[in-house]
């Protein structure tokens, strides 16, 4: 069973910075993405980036493309969230999420939650203005 533990979310001020782990475990392949999502009360939940485990391919939405760096460690089975310039438009509910198998269309996959069958709990991100 596929389980997905996300840490580092917290409270920073606009244009700080702030890095989330996503420790992952039950894996029976070496072939899986993981997604980091994100939904702010009232909206829809938006995939943020993504990373092959495998051959370390990403995906960034346009809305954190230069800001936000996503990087694993397969050692640790740990994929992280590098966040930097933080807006207040950030904050947000941030959660890891996991799709089995070596996808090559992260463009078409990641930003769709649906694709995603194992999730984590949830990290909350806050910016203050």
């Known amino acids: 069973q596929v389980q997905l533990v996300e840490s580092g979310g917290g409270l920073v001020q606009t244009g700080g910075s702030l890095r989330l782990s996503c420790a992952a475990s039950?894996?029976?392949?070496?072939?899986?993405?993981i997604g980091w999502f994100r939904q702010a009360p009232g909206k829809e939940r938006e995939g943020v980036s993504c990373?092959?485990?495998?051959?370390?391919?990403?995906y960034y939405a346009d809305s954190v493309k230069g800001r936000f760096t996503i990087s694993r460690d397969n050692a640790k089975n740990t994929v992280y969230l590098q966040m930097s310039s933080l807006k207040p438009e950030d904050t947000a509910v941030y959660y890891c999420?996991?799709?089995?198998?070596?996808?090559?269309?992260?463009?078409?996959?990641?930003?769709?939650?649906?694709?995603?069958?194992?999730w984590g709990q949830g990290t909350q991100v806050t910016i203050s203005s």
């Open positions: 039950g894996f029976t392949s070496n072939y899986y993405t």
């Open positions: 999420a996991a799709v089995s198998g070596l996808l090559t269309r992260l463009w078409v996959i990641c930003p769709d939650p649906g694709r995603f069958g194992s």
């Open positions: 990373i092959n485990r495998s051959d370390g391919n990403t």
